[in-house]
């Protein structure tokens, strides 16, 4: 599935790359929020409420889906991540009973909405977790990938991430995957372009970009 070039120079930096463990949810978490501003850290954003990007973005996929869930470490410790599921709408459908219920008792709906965190919390209580037809079609299987790029010292740590997964999705009967973001977080989609996914047009919101990879 990838045709990974030898390095262009020597990287001396050992990664290890295994699958996602319980224990590792603080230290996903924490990526999560430091990485959530289009790759800048969203920690002053998000001052009183740390988990909220994880609980909004990740939490669910490891709630449900650990075993399609990859982690890389470095010698500080975990260092990205890539959470999946086979089944795109199956993770839906028990996020929206399970997981958004909970979800809704850990962040009361804020009345009025003052600031991003409020806002984000909000999400809980006004929005469903949907899966768009036109994408399932053809990428029926969903992820988020997430790596902090200051301890990237060899680029192709991403693309051996990602490449774990996929052969996990596609050893299960996946056929592609697709991914959620936000159309202004420029850099997210170039990432993403760079790891062999591709744009799909959908009828969504002109502020949501869907990009899918075949296998």
């Known amino acids: 599935m990838f045709s990974i070039k030898t390095p262009d120079w020597v990287v001396q930096k050992l990664y290890n790359f295994r699958p996602y463990k319980p224990q590792d949810e603080t230290a996903v978490y924490n990526i999560c929020l430091k990485t959530c501003d289009d790759r800048m850290d969203g920690t002053e954003v998000f001052p009183d409420f740390p988990q909220l990007l994880g609980d909004r973005l990740i939490g669910n996929f490891v709630a449900f889906s650990p075993e399609y869930s990859f982690v890389t470490e470095d010698e500080e410790g975990v260092c990205g991540y890539a959470v999946a599921a086979l089944d795109a709408k199956v993770l839906a459908e ?43 079609q ?78």
């Open 94 to 136: 028990k996020s929206n009973k399970m997981w958004v219920a909970a979800m809704k008792d850990k962040y009361p709906k804020p009345s009025p909405v003052t600031n991003p965190a409020e806002e984000m919390m909000a999400t809980f209580h006004t929005e469903a977790i949907e899966v768009k037809e036109d994408v399932y």
């Open 138 to 215: 053809y990428y029926p299987s969903v992820l988020r990938l997430d790596v902090m790029i200051s301890r990237m010292y060899d680029p192709a740590v991403p693309h051996r991430l990602l490449a774990a997964t996929l052969c996990a999705l596609k050893g299960a009967g996946s056929k592609g995957v697709h991914t959620k973001l936000n159309s202004a977080d420029k850099f997210m989609v170039d990432f993403y372009t760079k790891l062999g996914f591709t744009s799909i047009v959908t009828t969504d919101s002109p502020a949501i970009v869907y990009m899918g990879r075949a296998m």
